[in-house]
């Protein structure tokens, strides 16, 4: 089983920037590809990004391409993400989530099978 905590997250303004962390408690860590959330009130979970085990691989939503960066630190089972440039839309709880399997299917929120609890993340204008 893997525990997933999330923080960093707060209230920024336009065009500000917040880095979020997931730690991870449990074996094996290197064993999940991971994935950060977002869902904001009245809407659906959406996918925000993925990175698979080692980190050689990362997928991001065409909403936060070129703004925000996926990476992680095995050795401190840790996952972040860097979110610049924010936007009043981004606000919403960030999660994160840790799937095993294939890579391909990271975007898909029903494949992963542990999730944090979630961080809120409020953008004002």
């Known amino acids: 089983q893997v525990q997933l905590v999330e923080s960093g997250g707060g209230l920024v303004q336009a065009g500000g920037s917040l880095r979020l962390s997931c730690a991870a408690s449990g074996r094996s860590f290197s064993s999940y590809h991971m994935g950060w959330f977002r869902q904001a009130p009245g809407k659906e979970r959406e996918f925000v990004t993925a990175i698979s085990q080692f980190g050689g691989s990362t997928v991001y939503a065409d909403s936060v391409k070129g703004r925000f960066a996926i990476s992680r630190d095995n050795a401190k089972k840790t996952v972040y993400l860097q979110m610049n440039s924010l936007k009043p839309e981004d606000t919403a709880v960030y999660y994160c989530?840790?799937?095993?399997?294939?890579?391909?299917?990271?975007?898909?929120?029903?494949?992963?099978?542990?999730w944090g609890q979630g961080t809120q993340v409020t953008v004002s204008s």
């Open positions: 989530a840790a799937k095993t399997g294939v890579f391909t299917t990271a975007r898909r929120t029903e494949v992963y099978e542990y």
